[in-house]
């Protein structure tokens, strides 16, 4: 059963860090793109990152560049979320997904459970 599971969540204060985790079992992890997503009270879940098989290529939301890095390391089944200067907008559930397409999937095929970010000003 695949099942990715997301750590690293909590409280910061603006202009912090936070790094997320996403191990995830159960797949061929270096044969899917990862993507992290985000959830706020009230909104609908929006597009944070992705990184392709290798993790040669990434994307980012305009929100999030520049502050955030997206990584992984297929020796370890592990995506990564790097946050840095977080701002109150960036409170958000952040949630892991892949997926086996190669880049940019319509939609993606596994989900986490997702880890709650908040940021306080």
């Known amino acids: 059963q695949v099942q990715p599971v997301e750590s690293g969540g909590g409280l910061v204060q603006a202009g912090g860090s936070l790094r997320l985790s996403c191990a995830a079992s159960?797949?061929?992890?270096?044969?899917?793109?990862m993507g992290w997503f985000r959830q706020a009270p009230g909104q609908e879940r929006e597009f944070v990152a992705a990184?392709?098989?290798?993790?040669?290529?990434?994307s980012y939301a305009d929100s999030v560049k520049g502050r955030f890095t997206i990584s992984r390391d297929n020796a370890k089944n592990t995506l990564y979320l790097q946050m840095n200067n977080l701002k109150p907008e960036d409170r958000a559930v952040y949630y892991c997904?892949?997926?086996?397409?190669?880049?940019?999937?319509?939609?993606?095929?596994?989900w986490g459970q997702g880890t709650q970010v908040t940021v306080s000003s």
């Open positions: 997904a892949a997926d086996r397409s190669y880049w940019m999937p319509e939609s993606y095929e596994y």
């Open positions: 159960g797949l061929t992890f270096s044969r899917h793109v």
């Open positions: 990184i392709s098989w290798s993790g040669g290529t990434t």
